[in-house]
């Protein structure tokens, strides 16, 4: 009885461990290389971790929320405006993905819906942070010491 609880307990923690996930720059940048992002939309591995990097500092878990009642959510901090559904508002739901799942240590779902956000006309524009901060600069260091 007292060791089930114990597993039981152990699993709840295990559980808590795997909702969330601060990555480090170069395990970041591995991961994304290995699902294609290097050079998709047009855009290198430098801008990817780049935009990662300002609008989350690579926490999973990271969420906004906006003046208009929209969120951003996750890694890539996707909105509930355009791309996944909150109970907050009204969303067009253009990934198809709750955004509470864009919160996960697992980044899959957040890749697969941001690819479908750059092959819009804006492009990583979409991103503020890319923007503000990437756009148009020598990004080299985002990659170094990362053995790619
Ligand atoms: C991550 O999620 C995807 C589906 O979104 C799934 O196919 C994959 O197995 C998951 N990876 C891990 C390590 O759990």
Redesign the pocket.
Known sequence: MGSHRLLLQLLALLTTV?KAKVFSRCELAHILQEEGLDGYGGYSLTDWLCMAFYESTFNTAAQSIKADGSADYGIFQISSQLWCTDDRRPSDDGCRIACR?LL?S????DI?CAKRIVRNPPGMNAWEGWAMHCKGRDLSEWVEGCDL
């Open positions: 795997t799942d996960s697992n980044i899959t779902d697969i």
